[in-house]
């Protein structure tokens, strides 16, 4: 746990009382206050995570993730931020970050995401969604829609 409120580490932003567990790579993002991240977590660099969300092991939220506060986001869940990977650009070359663009997402106050589910970039969970556990989504979740299975469609409301 880092004890300091509001300190900045590595360029990684930290709120008040954020509890940080065993083998968490923090880079360049920003953790606001009562937050907790699971052990074996990544947050890349210009990702943000709201207040009062937890983020549970072996998650991996990439640059240009945004998580608004009260989420919920379960084990193993993969963020993706890029629609055409790429290793290599057209000249042959190792990519470079000018060589692709980051596609952002959106998860919107109180919504949880369930284990070994993938969020495919550039679309938003809404207000209170519900992902199941290994859901793929790949188009926007309307709020308090629960969505279910690959790819991830609406099951119901809450």
Not at 1 to 17: A, E, F, R, T, Y
Not at 52 to 68: A, L, W, Y
Not at 75 to 86: E, G, Q
Request: net charge neutral; with cysteine; proline share 4%.
């Amino acid at each position: 746990m880092i004890p300091n409120p509001k300190q900045s580490i590595n360029n990684v932003k930290l709120g008040k009382d954020v509890k940080i567990f065993d083998f968490v790579n923090l880079y360049g993002c920003s953790i606001d206050d009562n937050t907790k991240i699971g052990t074996f977590v990544e947050i890349q660099k210009n990702a943000s995570i709201g207040k009062n969300c937890k983020i549970s092991s072996h998650t991996f939220i990439c640059e240009g993730v945004h998580i608004e506060d009260d989420v919920f986001v379960g084990h193993n869940v993969t963020f993706i931020n890029d629609k055409v990977p790429r290793s290599v650009s057209a000249s042959g070359e190792m990519q470079t970050e000018e060589d692709w663009k980051v596609v952002e997402t959106h998860v919107k106050k109180g919504a949880s995401i369930g284990s070994s589910s993938t969020i495919m970039c550039g679309v938003t969970i809404g207000e209170g969604a519900v992902v199941g556990a290994g859901a793929v989504v790949t188009k926007d979740v309307p709020p308090k829609a629960v969505v279910v299975g690959v790819p991830a469609r609406i099951l119901r409301y809450v």
